[in-house]
């Protein structure tokens, strides 16, 4: 039995279509939420072995804003890309090419692993008027504060790869290892945002296409962080980043915030790489800040 959503309620009263479009000739498949006609619409993208499910927090507390939010090619509902390696590169073209198929001139926000694939998209000539980045990928993840947690991690994707397929599938999608990585990324003492943090773990981190897949997102994840396309970016950027996030530290964010040519950053205090989960409100208000100004 899933856990109560805290946010559902807010999240009911907001209009929501399920659509499939075709991007780089492989079916993606995404989401609308709010108004179609709204002033302002933002193409959101989850992070690693997430799914659209993980921002809905957040959309509930924008209901004047259209959200189009797909699930990454090998992730959710969306398919891998047939003879395609799933790297930062793929990713790219994808969203430029989503962009343009569905969302253009739209605001690209991206977390964790979306903050890479967004800021890389954006770099390479995606146009929006402004990019948002929650929980952005700083630094190296391997030079985190629980950078051991991380080569550990780089063992466990590695051996999944490894092993005869069916043990391995069984290995990456193993419910006690997905609630460790769920326990160890939680920050918040409430309760019940708590057991939501995790169902939503138990019920969607394992909803990816196969093994490969994974694999190759996880190598992109960790060899890739937003200081690459940094430079490169003109547009206002907005980066949310929070004080006891393992795997970049908020000195480095801080640093990372120097490297735009236009940015703005918001601290969210006593909160992990969950934002969207534990702390939604606090990053919908930075969000309708940044849009307003």
Do not use: C
């Not at 629980?146 to 005869?164: E, K, N």
Request: net charge negative; proline share 7%; glycine share 6%.
């Amino acid at each position: 039995m899933s856990a109560p959503h805290p946010y559902a309620a807010r999240l009911a009263a907001i209009p929501m279509q399920r659509h499939e479009t075709d991007v780089l000739g492989s079916p993606t498949v995404w989401w609308e939420y709010g108004d179609s006609d709204a002033t302002t619409t933002i193409l959101a993208v989850h992070g690693f072995r997430g799914e659209h499910h993980g921002l809905e927090p957040v959309v509930a507390f924008l209901p004047g804003v259209r959200f189009v939010m797909p699930d990454l090619p090998g992730f959710g509902e969306t398919p891998s890309i047939p003879g395609l390696t799933h790297d930062i590169d793929t990713y790219t073209r994808w969203l430029i090419a989503f962009a343009a198929a569905v969302a253009p001139g739209a605001v690209v926000l991206g977390h964790s692993f979306g903050s890479i694939i967004a800021a890389s998209a954006v770099a390479d000539g995606l146009a929006t008027p402004r990019l948002v980045l929650v929980n952005p990928i700083g630094a190296p993840a391997l030079e985190g504060p629980r950078g051991i947690l991380t080569r550990l991690a780089v063992l466990y994707y590695r051996a999944g790869a490894a092993l005869p397929r069916p043990l391995g599938e069984a290995l990456l999608r193993n419910g006690v290892i997905v609630r460790v990585m769920s326990v160890s990324m939680a920050k918040t003492k409430d309760a019940e945002v708590r057991r939501f943090v995790h169902d939503q773990h138990d019920t969607y981190f394992s909803r990816f296409a196969d093994r490969d897949v994974l694999h190759d997102a996880f190598v992109a994840s960790v060899s890739h962080d937003v200081r690459e396309f940094a430079s490169r970016i003109t547009v206002p950027t907005l980066l949310i980043a929070a004080d006891r996030d393992d795997i970049t530290p908020i000195e480095a964010e801080r640093v990372l915030a120097a490297t735009f040519a236009e940015s703005t950053l918001v601290e969210i205090p006593d909160v992990g790489h969950l934002i969207h989960y534990e702390t939604p409100q606090a990053a919908a208000a930075a969000i309708e800040a940044f849009l307003a100004a």
